[in-house]
């Protein structure tokens, strides 16, 4: 888990394997972006989170990460399959 990427300068984490977002899911709720860099609706998703300070305002509840679904594809497969895909 880190904060690379395309998250980096929204203040979000950064995930690319299930087991970090098991990890955050352990700690408290997750709130997960799944998104493609190539996406314009992903990436003005991202800048009204940061903007709005959802982020700020939920942090001591939530925790907030971004899954580009180009380089986790495992990861948005098992999603996927579990709870489908909504756009």
């Given at each position: 888990i880190g904060y690379e990427g395309p998250?980096?300068?929204y203040g979000m984490?950064?995930?690319t394997k299930e087991d970090e977002l098991k990890a955050l899911a352990q700690q408290k709720g997750?709130?997960?972006v799944f998104c493609a860099s190539w996406c314009s609706p992903c990436q003005k998703l991202k800048?009204?989170?940061a903007r709005e300070q959802?982020?700020?305002e939920l942090k001591e509840h939530v925790n907030f990460c971004v899954v580009d679904v180009?380089?986790?594809k495992k990861l948005?497969?098992?999603v996927s399959d579990k709870w489908g895909e909504r756009g």
């Open positions: 998250a980096k300068e984490q950064y995930i997750v709130v997960a800048k009204r989170m959802i982020e700020e180009g380089k986790a948005r497969k098992r």
